[in-house]
Nanobody
Framework: QVQLVESGGGLVQAGGSLRLSCAAS????????MGWFRQAPGKERESVAH????????SYADSVKGRFTISRDNGKNMLYLQMNSLKPEDTAVYYC?????????????????WGQGTQVTVSS
């Protein structure tokens, strides 16, 4: 069982930066692949970024490549999403999710545990 709590969302101007954090409970965090997803008003939830259990493999949606960086600290049970050069279209509720153990996926249907989400609003 993994419990996830996101933080770090807020209001930022276009071109600005935010870092999202996701705190995970449980002693098995290091065996879980992790992902960030987002859902904008009136739209379906979409994949943003993923990272393998050891951090050696990452993947990104085309829309955020070169601007967002996913990382993790297994010693602290933490997942991060550094978001730079933010655009108004990045406005959404951002969720972290866990899939495990030792299974990597970019498909949200395969993620077993979800946080409650944190709002990111980018003004133009």
């Amino acid at each position: 069982q993994v419990q996830l709590v996101e933080s770090g969302g807020g209001l930022v101007q276009a071109g600005g930066s935010l870092r999202l954090s996701c705190a995970a409970s449980g002693r098995t965090f290091s065996s879980y692949s992790m992902g960030w997803f987002r859902q904008a008003p009136g739209k379906e939830r979409e994949s943003v970024a993923h990272i393998s259990w050891g951090g050696g493999r990452t993947s990104y949606a085309d829309s955020v490549k070169g601007r967002f960086t996913i990382s993790r600290d297994n010693g602290k049970n933490m997942l991060y999403l550094q978001m730079n050069s933010l655009k108004p279209e990045d406005t959404a509720v951002y969720y972290c999710a866990a899939r495990g153990p030792f299974r990597y996926s970019e498909n949200e249907d395969n993620y077993e545990y979800w946080g409650q989400g944190t709002q990111v609003t980018v003004s133009s």
